[in-house]
């Protein structure tokens, strides 16, 4: 297919009821690992950078690597910044190929994120991309070990309505008892409340933090209205687990243990396709 924007790939996620997984990336093992898994399970894919991992990597390095491939791929794939908390990196993500931005104006007072958000809006939109960004505040920080979830900064759908109003955003994320990184005790997510919001919103809704939830989580989830679900803690894991019973066998070199990495990667993010309803919709 080729790349393509965020809107256009949620679009057919939203209006058939299935996500779209969006798969942080921190190196080229995971590019490659994501976008394998993409093409065996003829999936859609979004393929995320997150700005707080951006000092493990050499994004001018690795941002003309991964449009290059998206666009050699034969399944939609999106190019996705994500949690963008300054305007110098959103508007530097425009420059380095990126397909859409998530503004994240969640820790800031709710006036603050429309004005910032509808701004922004404006600028990326005016480049042929398209925005995400967040209402209420999702538990936790992006890269966390793990984290408690607020029923206080949970999204309200009659808030929500307005805030999609007036940003003219094509995807908002909610925080609706979900959190990044592994949860400390047993997640109990709000499905009537993202009903609610989808019905007053209308637009795709995107689900951070999902390491750690369960398939019947992710299943009710989208039938509520999720249409794009942020997955990365799940990936490391695996990854890490994979290498350290690998080295257990003695590998000849380096090159073999970050093959092992990439594979694990890959079979974690088949898995979550297939639960995400994604699979065979490339």
Same mark, same amino acid.
């Given at each position: 297919?080729?790349?393509?924007? %965020?809107?256009?790939?949620?679009?057919?996620?939203?209006?058939?009821?299935?996500?779209?997984?969006?798969?942080?990336?921190?190196?080229?093992?995971? $590019?490659?690992?994501? %976008?394998?898994? /993409?093409?065996?399970?003829?999936?859609?894919?979004?393929?995320?950078?997150?700005?707080?991992?951006?000092?493990?990597?050499?994004?001018?390095?690795?941002?003309?690597?991964?449009?290059?491939?998206?666009?050699? /791929?034969?399944?939609?794939?999106?190019?996705?910044?994500?949690?963008?908390?300054?305007?110098?990196?959103?508007?530097?993500?425009?420059?380095?190929?990126?397909?859409?931005?998530?503004?994240?104006?969640?820790?800031?007072?709710?006036?603050?994120?429309?004005?910032?958000?509808?701004?922004?809006?404006?600028?990326?939109?005016?480049?042929?991309?398209?925005?995400? /960004?967040?209402?209420?505040?999702?538990?936790?920080?992006?890269?966390?070990?793990?984290?408690?979830?607020?029923?206080?900064?949970?999204?309200?759908?009659?808030?929500?309505?307005?805030?999609?109003?007036?940003?003219?955003?094509?995807? $908002?994320?909610? /925080?609706?008892?979900?959190?990044?990184?592994?949860?400390?005790?047993?997640?109990?997510?709000?499905?009537?409340?993202?009903?609610?919001?989808?019905?007053?919103?209308?637009?795709? %809704?995107?689900?951070?933090?999902?390491?750690?939830?369960?398939?019947?989580?992710?299943?009710?989830?989208?039938?509520?209205?999720?249409?794009?679900?942020?997955?990365?803690?799940?990936?490391?894991?695996?990854?890490?687990?994979?290498?350290?019973?690998?080295?257990?066998?003695?590998?000849?070199?380096?090159?073999?243990?970050? %093959?092992?990495?990439?594979?694990?990667?890959?079979?974690?993010?088949?898995?979550?396709?297939?639960?995400?309803?994604?699979?065979?919709?490339?």
């Amino acid at each position: 297919m080729a790349l393509v924007t %965020l809107k256009e790939i949620l679009e057919d996620a939203d209006r058939r009821g299935y996500a779209v997984g969006s798969f942080n990336m921190v190196s080229f093992g995971f $590019l490659n690992g994501i %976008l394998e898994a /993409a093409e065996e399970e003829r999936s859609p894919v979004i393929l995320s950078v997150a700005e707080v991992h951006l000092p493990h990597m050499d994004i001018e390095q690795f941002a003309p690597v991964a449009v290059e491939s998206a666009k050699k /791929a034969s399944v939609p794939v999106a190019f996705h910044l994500d949690h963008g908390l300054h305007f110098e990196i959103i508007i530097r993500a425009i420059k380095w190929g990126f397909t859409s931005v998530m503004y994240d104006g969640s820790s800031l007072d709710y006036e603050e994120n429309v004005k910032n958000t509808e701004l922004l809006s404006r600028i990326v939109k005016a480049a042929g991309l398209s925005i995400e /960004a967040e209402l209420g505040r999702v538990g936790g920080e992006e890269g966390s070990e793990g984290a408690n979830v607020n029923e206080e900064f949970f999204t309200d759908p009659e808030l929500a309505e307005i805030f999609v109003d007036r940003t003219n955003i094509d995807a $908002l994320a909610v /925080a609706v008892g979900n959190a990044h990184g592994f949860y400390k005790r047993k997640p109990k997510l709000d499905f009537e409340r993202i009903k609610k919001i989808k019905e007053r919103c209308g637009i795709p %809704l995107v689900l951070h933090g999902g390491s750690g939830l369960s398939d019947e989580d992710f299943i009710r989830a989208i039938r509520m209205g999720i249409s794009k679900v942020n997955f990365f803690t799940g990936m490391t894991y695996a990854a890490v687990q994979r290498i350290k019973e690998f080295i257990k066998t003695d590998p000849k070199g380096y090159e073999w243990i970050a %093959l092992e990495a990439k594979n694990a990667i890959k079979d974690v993010v088949r898995e979550k396709m297939r639960i995400f309803g994604s699979s065979g919709r490339g």
